[in-house]
């Protein structure tokens, strides 16, 4: 009877005790798994950005030295008929510098000036925008006033598959179909309307360089509504008709200014 006595006891406190060890490692357990969650949940909230917000919109504002932040890959600006002054070129390189950075720094902006960069002996070629192409690594390409064959020499490389990345041309002076055709997007004015004023130009090539940068119009459902985002509540946009087919071009637009017209350039 003693024996049996001791034994139960025995028992019963090897039973208590892999209880206790039981209840041990559940509640050491949930205690993981509640540490786990919150560290899962703090990782989760660091890498989201809130949408609208002047961090996502302007990452390229971020650097405090520079007043931009670094990118892997620049923009093509090409300076064309209309836009190729010096002192236009000068002025707006000066405010795209400022808030994007010049590639030679490590920015975004890549300009090139035609004809004077063209040049080919005593010739000016158009289809040396290959080479820049070709020996750059660009996330995309603004074209200010292309001149004619711009279209036929980019139609030449898309279809060579050479090139990936978007193009936008801005009041381009080229044949039309080759124009749309290579052009992701083409930004035109009625005939009857000058050029818009500088400060226009200069924040609409800035806006197309951040939109290069994050792609954001091929993210967008309507090309026009994205357009009309871009050039901004001065400027009515309407798709371009075809004069002779009347057909209308989903990738071609005019923009039509609501302000009274302006010139000169911005000290």
Do not use: W
Request: charged share 20%; proline share 5%; aromatic share 14%.
């Amino acid at each position: 009877m003693e024996n049996y006595t001791q034994f139960n006891a025995l028992n019963c406190s090897e039973i208590s005790r892999k209880k206790s060890c039981k209840k041990f490692s559940f509640i050491n357990a949930r205690f993981a798994a509640f540490v786990a969650l919150i560290c899962l949940s703090f990782v989760i909230l660091s890498c989201q950005k809130t949408p609208g917000t002047s961090q996502e919109q302007n990452f390229v504002f971020e650097d405090e030295k520079t007043g931009f932040q670094p990118v892997p890959a620049s923009v093509l600006v090409f300076y064309g008929y209309d836009f190729n002054e010096p002192e236009f070129v000068a002025d707006c390189n000066s405010f795209l510098f400022e808030h994007y950075g010049s590639y030679e720094q490590g920015g975004a902006v890549f300009p090139v000036v035609f004809p004077d960069d063209f040049k080919q002996g005593s010739r000016t070629r158009i289809s040396l925008i290959k080479n820049f192409i070709s020996e750059n690594n660009f996330a995309g390409i603004i074209l200010l006033g292309a001149p004619e064959g711009t279209g036929e020499v980019l139609s030449d490389v898309i279809d060579k598959n050479d090139f990936g990345k978007p193009i936008i041309s801005f009041f381009p002076q080229d044949e039309l179909l080759p124009a749309e055709y290579s052009s992701d997007f083409i930004v035109g004015l009625p005939e009857e309307q000058t050029k818009p004023n500088v400060e226009n130009i200069f924040n609409l090539t800035g806006k197309a360089i951040e939109a290069c940068l994050q792609n954001q119009f091929k993210q967008n459902a309507s090309l026009k509504g994205f357009v009309k985002d871009l050039v901004g509540s001065d400027f009515m946009v309407y798709n371009f008709t075809d004069s002779q087919t009347a057909i209308i071009v989903k990738n071609h637009f005019v923009i039509e200014s609501i302000l009274p017209p302006r010139s000169g350039t911005v000290q």
